[in-house]
């Protein structure tokens, strides 16, 4: 099995625009005779990069004809987008799949098309091959781009298609179409793929190995997503502090990041998730620099002990993971943090939990992702012995929580009184503060003021703050 990246071409690009416009005919001609467009209804599961590749399949349904909808009893296509990263995104995924058997034997026409992490899985495709029978379509991540073709062969065949294997490097394709939601915000993929092997972690084995894209791919999408208005980018990868390894150009992550700076517009940039044994002081003295890029640092660290980060394969240490907060703090006193956090993974003692513990209180993160361990078949930790009690766990997990919420109120409540420049982006359900906004480091803000309005920055005055939202009014 190839080691190198696919680059795919343009021509193969083209390709599937081909199979796009075979589909957009035939379902021009049954939306003729309907009386109305055929229509797709997609749901994604899991993270933001799943979200993104969502957007990528809703923009190829666009082009070949498909309206959206937003309840899958109304559409001809339904595009379910799973998630392998913990037990309960797979269950919830199989039980909607599960759902859709009626809907199947009232509507035989209706195509259902099961994609992402989760069908990659070893185990997974002779399961739905199975117990699914309503699914006509299963594929994985590697041929997301391939989607057009698929989906032709589903429509114009009698035969179930699954296409789950492919070459482990992965693939990089350029120039297909995307639905976005409009708004404020859009995700941006700079890279794909993961070469970490958390022991804990299947992304690895249904995403492939890191590999980026081309710098000027990236700014070309970043400056379209300026054009069209959005002023909210997070620019995506599994690791993206490992950005540029595998670029025959000569780049890092840092360098992207003042080249997408230097983008002219008024918006914000973020990034997630970078890892800590990659995380330098290089990006933070660019994050400083940058004024596009927002003072805000997603860094999981999963464990304060460093006997389970060495169980986890996380390659740093606690110490060194204080060493860096304590010199991007020293840079940006203002960043917000935030980071991720698996309570009773297999080994975890009372002392090795209550390092994680003390390690929180003595950071005071601003937000924290906490997980009970899911254990995950196909990965190393999942043959590990854990001999820890569930209600042991649950136990430490609630106790981390208080510790955490200890921490948040008091850096909400450092708030008032300040002012803040934030980007409004939505309604609020209360009437005193109507609207919703982001800091730049990502804190919600219900705000009011006359000269408020949705996709526009404005500064204003905390007055004031609770463990989960911040209130403010328009300076």
Partial sequence: MSNKKTVVTQEQIAHQYEYMQFIAKMTGEKAQAYGHPLRAFTQTFGCQQN?????????????????PVDRAEDADV????????????????????????????ARPDVTICLCGCMVQQEHIPEKIKKSYPQVDLVFGTHALWRFPELLYRSLTGDKRIFD????????????????????????????????????YCIVPYVRGR???????????????????GYKDITLLGQNVNSYGKDLDEQIDFSDLLEKLNAVPGTFLLRFMTSHPKDASHKL????????????????????GSDTILRRMNRGYTAEHYRE??????????DITLSSDIIVGFP?????????????????????????????????????????????????????LLKTQDECVQVRQDAYAGKHVRVLVDGHSKGKEYPLTARTEGGLLVC?????????NFAEVVIEKTSLRCLFGRSV
């Fill in 447 to 455: 705000c009011a003021g006359n000269n408020l309005e949705i996709g």
């Fill in 324 to 333: 860096l907060i304590t010199y991007a703090r020293s840079k940006m006193p």
């Fill in 51 to 67: 979200e993104a590749d969502t957007q990528q399949i809703a923009g190829m349904l666009e082009e070949m004809g498909y309206e």
């Fill in 284 to 303: 933070f003295d660019t994050m400083a620099r940058c004024d596009k890029v927002a003072k805000q640092l997603h860094l999981p660290f999963q464990s």
């Fill in 164 to 199: 789950t294997t492919g070459d482990a490097a992965g693939y990089i394709a350029e120039g297909l179409p995307v639905l976005r939601d409009g708004g404020t915000k859009a995700w941006l993929s700079i890279m794909y793929g993961c070469n970490n092997f958390c022991t």
């Fill in 78 to 105: 339904i595009v379910i987008n799973t998630c392998a990263i913990r037990e309960h995104a797979e269950s919830r995924a199989l039980g909607n799949v599960g759902a859709l058997s009626h809907l199947k034997k």
């Fill in 210 to 228: 890191e590999r980026s894209r081309a710098s000027a791919d990236i700014v070309k999408e970043l400056e379209a997503l300026i054009a069209d």
């Fill in 347 to 399: 080994g975890e003692t009372e002392q090795d939990f209550e390092q994680t513990r003390q390690l929180v209180a003595e950071i005071g993160f601003d937000m924290l992702f906490t997980f009970l361990y899911s254990k995950r078949s196909g990965t190393p930790a999942a043959k590990m012995e854990d001999d820890t009690p569930h209600e042991v766990k649950q136990a430490r997990f609630e106790r």
